[in-house]
């Protein structure tokens, strides 16, 4: 199974990034787009995994986030990786809080703790609105206006965190919630 962890996003902040996603869309930007319902900022990338360690993944999750209780986390900006020379994702960011940037650590470090690779790019929290295709240069010019706006799409409380499974379709990743994990040591 094709696993991460994640944190999800409430239903009215999927809305307006859908809305965003759709600007480009309707604008022609040759892009995949992930679902309305995809939206999340992943902590840790887990890779193919056996479904057999499952259980020690929860559990190691469950041990790490009772040290972390809910917190406020904005959704602020748009940007793309790598750079603007050759864009490959458009992003909208999610601001680094210590509360955020700690929750990360935890569930980094408990996953190398169960053989998992750590991760060598710094965090850098976001929400993909597509991953690009070959952009003229007036879809490249265009692009950077639209990551040149400023603006907060939401604020929310982080209060669980969710083990997903990703299934690769054709049509799209499909993402599966296999367990959600309480901040704090709650449920």
């Avoid at 902040?13 to 999340?40: F, Q, V």
């Avoid at 057999?52 to 009772?66: E, F, H, T």
Wanted: hydrophobic share 40%; proline share 5%.
């Amino acid at each position: 199974m094709r696993l991460f962890v994640a944190v999800d996003i409430p239903s009215d902040i999927k809305d307006t990034l859908h809305k965003e996603a759709m600007r480009l869309k309707d604008y022609g930007i040759k892009a995949s787009y992930p679902s309305r319902e995809s939206y999340h900022i992943t902590l840790k990338f887990l890779g193919e995994v056996e479904e057999v360690k499952v259980p020690n993944i929860v559990s190691a999750l469950r041990d790490c986030s009772g040290s972390v209780g809910p917190f406020r986390v904005r959704i602020r900006g748009k940007g793309v990786f790598p750079g603007f020379v050759r864009p490959k994702v458009v992003w909208c960011g999610v601001e680094l809080t210590d509360e955020l940037a700690k929750l990360q650590s935890l569930v980094e470090k408990s996953m190398v703790s169960l053989g998992f690779p750590k991760e060598r790019r710094a965090f850098h929290p976001h929400i993909t609105l597509g991953r690009l295709k070959r952009l003229s240069p007036d879809e490249r010019r265009f692009i950077r206006s639209f990551c040149g706006e400023e603006r907060l799409y939401g604020e929310f409380v982080v209060d669980n965190i969710v083990l997903y499974r990703s299934i690769l379709k054709p049509e799209g990743a499909l993402y599966v919630k296999l367990e959600i994990v309480e901040l704090g040591g709650g449920g």
